[in-house]
């Protein structure tokens, strides 16, 4: 998917802030953390650091077993919390979206009311949105993106986290519409008018405001003239004039109409 904004940046900065508090800077004496081997038993400050150390090196997958060595080694301590979220920040940053997206929902329900939670909710949207294939494969990410997206807008609408999510959205459902567009151009072609028309009337009303509506208007002209239904055919070349009356789809559907149904 093009034209993406990368939030990588601005979830550095979050996940930093969760990991510099006073507890860690108390416990931040002493030597170096000697080994990374995961299933060795350590104080929670030594392991948490060792696991943020690995992240600052960009060695994610490392970084995100060792904090989920955190949860399992001090599972009551309050850096299990922030271990969680900081494993699913490791995850994504290596693009490990599944193990990411099963970290972030795990936090969610055992802390569906923390203050953290946005955050949770905007990274797993993140790993449906950076996962959108291009229109001609199935589209069930894209459908999972756009409602992860939806969610965060519902939940936190006057967050950082919804502005960026609106943003994204309407991408997503321009994605979402090029499909439509792709399946109704293919009836199009094998003459299954009333199919293609019914692709492309989904275009008009679900995505009305992407990109695709002033040709699925179009092509919705060109289905109701070979179905035999100019009247429909008129209603559609009317929409398209008065919504987009600069188009070239509103040119081709002015012609057509007057080849085809000048008295419609």
Known sequence: MTHRTSPRAALRM?????????MLAACAGGGGVKKDTRYVARDVSTLYRAAQDRLDRGQYK????LFDEVERQHPY??????AQLMSAFSYYMDREYTPATAAAQRFLSIHP????APYAYYLIALCYYEQISDVTRDQKITEQANAALGEV??????????ADARLKMDLVQDHLAGKEMEIGRYYERSSSWLAASLRF???VDKFQTTSHTPEALYRLVECYLALGVPEE???SAAVLGANYPGSKWYKRA???MQKNAPQA
């Open 14 to 22: 979050f996940a930093a802030a969760l990991v510099m508090t006073p």
């Open 233 to 235: 055919a008129k209603k």
């Open 77 to 82: 301590s309050p850096w299990a919390r922030r």
């Open 62 to 65: 490392l970084a995100a077993a």
């Open 153 to 162: 807008i519902r939940r936190y609408p006057g967050s950082r986290y919804a």
């Open 113 to 116: 009311g923390n203050k953290d």
């Open 201 to 203: 009337r989904e275009v």
């Open 254 to 256: 002015f012609d057509l």
